[in-house]
């Protein structure tokens, strides 16, 4: 049974760049997407993006480019990069399986941006 | 962008009440909807896909329907474990198409 197990910090200065793991256990990266979503009282679920196994990406273009999700094979993991960290961007991180249906979730990440 | 707009906000039932939930795309989607249970402290756990799929393990109580627009998650009789906020979801598959979330239903104890 595939599980997902994520880590980072909690707490974010504004303006730096949050970078949040998330391990797979119980399974392999291939042959599946990878998603990051977010959740906010104001906006509620929001998804951030997701990868294929093979590197393909596709990103929310509200974020402008700020977000960046990488592979990392060697380690079953893969991450989520947020540049330009701002108060509004507090929410609760989670990283899933697959690109639509989501199907396994991580336990999720509060994180907060305050200096 | 596809706008999911999910109804009523609130459902206050009691143990036993069939729970009936609705959630509206601003176009079509065809049957790529999910929908979700979220209890606080815990992820969101996927309880149907393509509209009408349950996914492994989930009680025959819980059934989705609809294409399209227009959507259905219905609860046949409420279990004490089921009360909790049911999130809407649409993946069509698009590049640069943002998979979006409805703003959810609360099902309450009455």
């Known amino acids: 049974q595939m599980r997902l197990l994520q880590s980072g910090p909690g707490l974010v200065k504004p303006s730096e760049t949050l970078s949040l793991t998330c391990t797979l256990s119980g399974g392999s990266l291939s042959n599946n997407h990878w998603t990051w979503i977010r959740q906010t009282p104001e906006k509620g679920l929001e998804w951030l993006g997701y990868i294929y196994y093979t590197g393909t990406t596709d990103y929310n273009p509200s974020l402008n480019g700020r977000v960046t999700i990488s592979l990392h094979t060697s380690r079953n993991q893969f991450s989520l990069q947020v540049a330009s960290m701002a108060p509004a961007d507090t929410a609760v991180y989670y990283c899933?399986?697959?690109?639509?249906?989501?199907?396994?979730w991580g336990q999720g990440t509060l994180v907060t941006v305050s200096s | 962008e596809i706008e999911l707009r999910q109804s009523p906000g609130t459902l206050s039932l009691s143990p036993g009440d069939r729970a009936t939930l609705s959630c509206r795309a601003s176009?079509?989607?065809?049957?790529?909807l999910a929908w979700y249970q979220h209890k606080p402290g815990q992820p969101p756990m996927l309880l149907i896909s393509e509209a009408s799929s349950r996914t492994t393990d989930i009680p025959d109580r819980f059934s989705g329907s609809g294409s399209g627009t227009d959507f259905t998650l219905t609860i046949s009789r409420l279990e004490p474990e089921d009360f909790a906020v049911y999130y809407c979801?649409?993946?069509?598959?698009?590049?640069?198409?943002?998979?979006?979330f409805g703003q959810g239903t609360t099902v309450e104890i009455k």
């Open positions: 979801q649409q993946y069509v598959n698009s590049f640069r198409t943002p998979r979006t």
């Open positions: 176009q079509s989607v065809g049957t790529s």
């Open positions: 899933a399986l697959g690109s639509g249906r989501l199907r396994v």
